[in-house]
């Protein structure tokens, strides 16, 4: 199998020290029913920070992954509020989000700021989930490839010089229209953005392209996703309100198509 798929959960800031506990000890317990017997897949919880240290004391050696929502670009040192990768990896994480569109849209996030989140995320051992997407407005232009062409191009030289390191690299497209709207993108309007940045890996990355997963994320949910991740260039999703719920999030991971 050439790309192993992926599910991503994104659980925003949502989750006291308790109600995360809670969540996760579900999740957890469904991954390990499906151990064995699930198609092979990888799955990430990323809680909020203030949770991570807890779930993962709790996690032990399960299968299920964590990751952060964010991070800061410095190791350390005076940056109030920030976070660095390395104290993600210190709470057990593995992935870490950048460039989601609320980051983008209510933080002030730039593309040039994502990119140098991604290479401190090589730096820190933690593979990016980067986020492009295009919003309503842009989609209706007609622009909708060359906002992502442009998201990508931007941290394309943040991604390290050794092709055998880039593969931790993983795409989300998240179309903004689509994100806690309850709007899904078609399977065939997926399929056009997800073909379209595997072709833009292939002609950037040829080494890698094949390895590097593309997830979709934007009101995923048990009803819609058997049919989306079924696209041939779609390798897992971004799960935002569904992860919220162990069922849905558990229902959505099984409906990650049996490619063994
Ligand atoms: P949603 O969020 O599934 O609630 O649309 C997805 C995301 O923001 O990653």
Same mark, same amino acid.
């Given at each position: 199998m050439l790309r192993c798929p ?34 092979m ?26 990751? +952060?929502? /964010?991070?800061? %670009?410095? $190791? ?8 660095? !990768?390395?104290? =993600? ?35 820190? +051992?933690? /593979?990016?989930? %980067?986020? $492009? ?8 232009? !007609?622009?909708? =490839? ?35 709207? +309850? ?15 595997? !072709? ?59 490619l063994t």
């Amino acid at each position: 199998m050439l790309r192993c798929p992926l599910v991503v959960g994104n659980w925003k800031m949502n989750g006291l020290i308790e109600t995360a506990q809670d969540l996760v000890d579900r999740v957890q317990a469904g991954i390990s029913d499906r151990e064995g017997r699930q198609r092979m897949c990888e799955v990430v919880v990323c809680p909020p920070y203030t949770a991570l240290h807890t779930i993962n004391s709790r996690l032990g050696e399960s299968a299920l992954k964590l990751g +952060g929502q /964010n991070m800061g %670009v410095e $190791v350390e040192g005076a940056f109030t509020g920030e976070v660095s !990768g390395i104290m =993600l990896r210190n709470c057990g994480c593995r992935y870490v989000i950048l460039g989601h569109s609320e980051r983008r849209a209510l933080f002030g996030e730039t593309d040039e700021m994502v990119s140098w989140k991604v290479k401190s995320a090589f730096r820190d +051992g933690l /593979n990016p989930i %980067v986020c $492009v997407g295009e919003e309503l407005a842009e989609r209706e232009r !007609g622009e909708t =490839l060359q906002v992502v062409e442009r998201q990508f191009l931007a941290v394309l030289p943040s991604l390290p010089e050794s092709p055998a390191k880039r593969p931790a690299l993983v795409l989300a497209y998240e179309p903004v229209w689509a994100i806690g709207t +309850g709007k899904t993108a078609t399977p065939a309007q997926v399929q056009e953005v997800h073909h379209y940045l595997r !072709g833009l890996l292939k002609k950037h990355l040829p080494d890698t392209a094949d390895k590097v997963r593309i997830l979709y994320g934007g009101s995923i949910k048990p009803s819609n996703a058997a049919e989306i991740l079924a696209q041939e260039d779609v390798d897992g999703g971004l799960i935002g309100g569904a992860a919220l719920n162990a069922n849905d999030f558990l229902d959505i991971v099984d409906a990650i198509p049996d490619l063994t």
